[in-house]
């Protein structure tokens, strides 16, 4: 043995020492207490619903929902199952719009805030100190009382603005396309690849020739085509609201519920996506702005080409975190009785769904829909890292 073995052997700590062993003790206990304590509650919860014969189970999402759901076609005898995957869909449709809608008002208010005029630059931040220190819910109700009911007219005198839209307290009617909803999903699907193989192509050929890219117009161009095309072949026909009297046909309509919800999650978020994006255009280099400058580059494309995607690396992070803060607020749409996933559950249980069962499967929903737009983002911030050598 020679005498470098000797001293690791006799330099070894004894594991009741050993910072490795004693990191990996401690997170094991800690993962047996919890263990431990989630065992204990499902148990009390097992046996107190046997006695007091609540069913634990999964079998009453096959019993009648016995309630209806507003600006749907779902009938009151179909299985809860089916009213739980529509509240799902309502959600989601919230939380998609309101991310993108979000996410392009508050990139506006966030360039504003940083803007060379005066009136522009306090209008900005009056904006984003007043929304971010009102709660969500005053806004959400004041969005549904204030603005759906009491500010928007009457069915009979409702705007009609363009001759496209259809607005009073009854909701929103907007243009819509009609048809077989499987080939719409199909044609947009392909709109998104033909616009990612076109922005790919653009970028190709300006690296290889020099000519500019215009990617982002391409993109559009080749997108609006495609589903032009793709509506055009799966029959699909263009329907514009048309108000007779007091009916409106035509298009499809956004209840006061979904406006005011959808209103108030874009108007609140976006001024939180606002503060991301000056702080991110903030920690931008001087030095690039300088140098786009000595280019002869104007103000607009500076912020164009060199500031904003520099800006959104660094705001990708804290941006998927208000995406996920929207998708759960979006919950908050109970109080104006919007059919999201969390009313639809609220009311199974008024109606006789066991509550444990009941939401333990809405926070699942949350948790995978959650998961999903966290891996989503991450595969963004990625994808825009730099990556150093």
Not at 4 to 30: E, G, I, K, M, Y
Request: hydrophobic residues 55%; proline residues 5%; positive net charge.
């Amino acid at each position: 043995m020679t005498h470098v073995d000797q001293v690791d052997r006799t330099s070894r700590p004894p594991l009741w020492r050993d910072v490795r062993v004693l990191s990996w003790a401690f997170q094991l206990a800690v993962l047996a207490i919890v263990v431990a304590i989630v065992v204990v509650l499902a148990s009390n919860v097992q046996a107190n619903s046997e006695r007091l014969g609540i069913p634990t189970g999964w079998d009453y999402l096959d019993n009648p929902a016995q309630f209806p759901i507003p600006d749907s076609d779902f009938d009151q005898r179909q299985p809860l199952s089916d009213a739980i995957v529509l509240g799902f869909f309502n959600t989601l449709r919230v939380a998609l719009v309101g991310i993108v809608l979000a996410t392009v008002l508050g990139t506006i208010i966030g360039v504003a805030r940083l803007s060379g005029n005066w009136l522009v630059r306090a209008l900005a931040r009056v904006y984003v100190e007043i929304l971010r220190n009102v709660p969500l819910l005053y806004i959400i109700v004041f969005s549904y009382i204030g603005i759906a009911l009491a500010t928007f007219p009457r069915i009979e005198s409702a705007w009609e603005p363009l001759g496209l839209a259809v607005v009073s307290n009854r909701g929103l009617s907007v243009p819509w396309l009609e048809g077989s909803a499987g080939a719409l999903l199909l044609t947009l699907l392909v709109a998104g690849l033909a616009a990612f193989a076109a922005k790919r192509w653009r970028d190709a050929l300006s690296d290889r020739t020099g000519v500019p890219a215009r990617s982002l117009l391409w993109s559009f161009g080749v997108a609006l085509a495609v589903m032009v095309a793709g509506t055009v072949l799966a029959g699909a026909t263009f329907s514009v609201p048309d108000l007779d009297g007091r009916l409106v046909s035509g298009g499809i309509r956004l209840s006061p519920e979904f406006f005011a919800i959808l209103f108030a999650l874009v108007i609140y978020t976006a001024s939180h996506i606002a503060e991301i994006v000056r702080g991110s255009i903030q920690a931008v280099p001087k030095g690039q702005n300088e140098a786009a400058e000595a280019i002869a580059l104007t103000s607009t494309q500076r912020l164009r080409f060199v500031v904003l995607p520099q800006a959104f690396r660094i705001a990708v992070p804290p941006l998927g975190n208000q995406y996920l803060n929207l998708t759960k607020n979006s919950t908050l749409g109970t109080v104006v009785s919007y059919y999201e996933l969390a009313q639809v559950t609220r009311i199974g249980i008024a109606n006789g769904a066991p509550a444990v069962p009941s939401w333990l499967l809405t926070l699942g929903i949350f948790l995978a829909l959650s998961l999903v737009l966290s891996a989503l983002v991450n595969i963004v911030n990625r994808r825009l890292a730099l990556v150093e050598s």
